[in-house]
């Protein structure tokens, strides 16, 4: 609603900043030359163009899917972003894996989709939604007339089953090629002889270790060559992903007292008209900032302002306006009623594909749900003590794991109206259907409290809004900044002269959608990331929802391996640490293995026994992961000392007292079980797809358009 009001409020000043915006659209098409195109795909994958077209209607599906399950009007500008996001990865994962199936020759012929819907083993959804709900057994006719019936389905259900369709489709296909990559993994006996030994095969030695801390850094001086051989070496470990850091000001719109004078005497109009109007629902949806709430309120449960006048007043009174939180509010009584303080029940939840908070596996359509609702109300009213059987069978609510579909005792108006209602219209020992946004519920009403006075609200909201004079002296003092400032120095004086609180914001990716402090900031970032910003540019004024905000780029780093002086800070902890392993290992060698010797000529010598260590050890004890000095133990043969090993915190020389050998077994058979399953969960966590798309090049172009 904020935003509503700033566009009734500030029309004038609105068509200013479109106007310039659009003519600086226009003449930067011009600018680009004849030669010039404007780019309308917003990605590519192995060559698949993604217009901006095909993405924009796949999105606006998306977004009316969620607006539909979470029964909203409109989403926040962060919710879209979201959407948007998932969509795209969507469209990604899609093309990549399916021509991957093309390439390998994978399918879901229609006979095999035919099967899975009306086959004599069909998909394990199939059988879930199509089971008769007294025996728990699939029934086959229930689709064939469900199928027979589909003509004379709602449009929307006809459209719910097609998606339903491609999903059982989709998860076939994913299920065909898991299976032939976790089958493609075969573990021969001698691997499985290996892994078995490296398991079990146990070292008993002796170190004596020096840490790198031990040694002052003062002694060294890395060249250019230790920084280029490090980084060179370790290159990889520094590749970044492009990103710019950012100082911007805040400059918030606050309404002015002349602005809360004048929402004053538009909530005193709406007062007076509140006492004339016949309609209150439908003045309460055209006059106010929140919608009309249908709840009954004990007393106490009521702004203070209103609390006691509506307990002590006949219906059809209307209080006089109040301010609170940054709005004028106005009520009108609009029922009195003896009503429980709280009441008890328990629930099966049968949701549906678009109901609120319906999990992804829920793929019934609306009517089917129906149906099933239908079915186990006419069980329960002939078994009553069937409940918790068949809401543990049946019921979508997470909760019934724990709970057995019981909720509780519940305040009156803590459920959703609909459920809310059922249970007070019904008697105790009862059972009811209510229809909500989460699906539909059968209902057994357990208990109600002793019945209290409550009073059901109409109440209006008007948000207080920066007046269109204060909106433009506001957008002033921001352009001020944005127009007179032209680097960093006159940005930051500026900011200091004028009290400014300077934010920062430090490697923003270009797909981010997160500065500190701002709402909906995309068109900041895009500014940042525009291939014309310099460091040290300072931006136009952004209007970001009740807000302006004008930034300064002080970063910026592309996306590749970055020149070896930008991470050389970085790196020198490293640098450092390896001079100092050669030097402490040179000094080591000198003693040729020699423990005393070591202790009497070194400075902070950890010597260690360690009675047990596996190849498979992740540590070893005394230091953290040393995954060096580890595998050459067990490269070692008894009674062997090693050369110093320049380890992960220090050096090591190491005894070998015993190597045991593990006791033969002829049965890997858990062994190799336990590999394959492990190797089974990570092609289920889809680590093909995100291999093959590592080794694509996918072109993202999504900071052109959004």
Known sequence: ??????????????????????????????????????????????????????????????????????????????????????????????????????????????????????????????????????????????????????????????????????????????????????????????????????????AEINYAAVKYGSVNDSIFSPTDADYNKYYNDNKERYKQKATRDIEYVIYDIVPSAKDVQSTKKEIDQIAFELKETVDVVRFIKVNSDKPYDSSWFAQGKLPVQIDSVMFNNKVGYVSKPYNLNGAFHVARLMQVGMRPDSMKASHILIAYAGAYNAQEGVTRIKIQAKELADSLLAVLNKKPSKMFVLAKEFSNDPSVAQNNGDLGWFADGQMVPAFNEAVYKTKKGKFTLADTPFGYHIIEVTGKKELEEKVKVAMVELEIYASDATYQSTYAKASKIATECDDEEEFNTAVTDARLNKRTMPAISEMGNYIAGLNNPRQLVRWAFNQDVEVGDVSSVFDLEDMFVVAILTGKKDEGYPPMDEVKDRIKPYVYKELKGEYIADKMKAFNGDFAKIKAGMDDVTEKEVKTITYDSRNLPGFSTENIVIGSIFGMSKGAVSQPLIGNAGVFVVKVINITSAKDTDDYSKLIASKENGFKQVIDRDSPYNALKESLDVVDNRIDFY
């Open 1 to 202: 609603m904020a935003a509503i009001g700033s566009i009734r409020k500030h029309s004038t000043l609105l068509v200013i900043i479109i106007g310039v915006a659009l003519a600086a659209f226009v003449l930067g098409d011009f600018a680009k030359g004849s030669g010039g195109s404007r780019n309308i795909n917003v990605g590519e994958v192995e060559g698949e163009e993604i217009t901006i077209m095909d993405f924009n209607s796949e999105a606006e599906q998306n977004i009316n899917a969620q607006m539909q399950q979470q029964q909203k009007d409109r989403l926040t500008s962060s919710e879209i972003f979201t959407i948007k996001e998932q969509t795209w990865n969507d469209i990604v994962h899609r093309i990549i894996m399916d021509n991957e199936y093309a390439e390998i020759g994978l399918s879901v012929t229609p006979d095999e989709l035919f099967d899975l819907i009306q086959g004599a083993d069909p998909h394990p959804l199939i059988k879930q939604y199509f089971s008769n709900p007294e025996t728990k057994v699939y029934d086959r006719d229930l689709v064939i007339r469900y199928l027979q019936n589909m003509e004379t389905l709602p449009e929307e259900s006809k459209q719910q089953w097609f998606k339903f369709e491609k999903y059982i489709k989709n998860d076939r296909i994913r299920s065909k090629f898991n299976t032939l990559m976790s089958k493609g993994y075969y573990i021969p006996k001698d691997i499985a002889k290996l892994a078995y030994a490296e398991k079990n095969d146990n």
